[in-house]
């Protein structure tokens, strides 16, 4: 048997709505042991970063009910490492995503987020999955830095000042691979500041 849970759960689980402390395994919100453990909790073991999940072992009983099991000598401590995770979009349906898909692979994305909607969407639930991921990782210690082809990926005007001050908020870090703002950017740097303003 795989020690991938022994090492996911030398870490509290990050997710708000399991919360899980360390040495226990994920739970749902039902109370049952989760089947497998949360995107935001293994991903904080850099050896399982590129995973699609790590199931919980049989030994933990999942669906069975949650009980809290004793945390293991060394827990507690905090998180290190950085997370790459990487976002793609294109217009329509015919444009293809691959040259963007293959320089943030390059780039060193360990997970990356991709959809074919238009920029005049209100809602692009890749983009909030992972900026949701993003702030889940960096509230548990991890360093995170979401990385994107160019600006233009994330929108223009009031959108991308609101998903300025959304990354600033979670203290996550922004870098463009390609463009005029092409570069890696601190959440309190001027490139925030300056995107974080609505046009008039």
Not at 172 to 177: A, D, R
Not at 189 to 197: A, I, K, Q
Request: glycine fraction near 8%.
């Amino acid at each position: 048997m795989s020690d991938d849970f022994k090492r996911v759960e030398s870490h509290d689980c990050p997710m708000s709505t399991c919360g899980a402390p360390a040495g226990s395994p994920c739970r749902t919100g039902s109370g049952k042991v989760a089947v497998q453990y949360h995107t935001a909790r293994f991903r904080l073991v850099p050896s399982l970063a590129k995973a699609l999940n790590v199931p919980t072992p049989a030994v933990r009983r999942p669906g069975s009910a949650w009980v809290e099991l004793p945390r293991p000598v060394n827990a507690g401590a905090e998180p290190t490492g950085h997370v790459r995770l990487g976002y793609a979009r294109a217009s329509t349906a015919r444009q293809s995503l691959d040259s963007q898909l293959d320089s943030l692979a390059e780039a060193g994305a360990t997970r990356i987020f991709a959809e074919k909607i238009s920029t005049r969407a209100t809602k692009r639930p890749e983009l909030d999955a992972a900026v949701a991921l993003a702030g889940e990782l960096r509230a548990s210690g991890v360093h995170v830095t979401l990385v994107v082809h160019e600006h233009k990926r994330l929108g223009r005007g009031i959108e991308l000042a609101a998903l300025a001050e959304d990354l600033k908020a979670r203290d996550v870090g922004l870098e463009f691979l390609t463009g005029e703002l092409k570069g890696s950017h601190d959440p309190s740097g001027v490139v925030f500041t300056v995107l974080g303003v609505p046009p008039r």
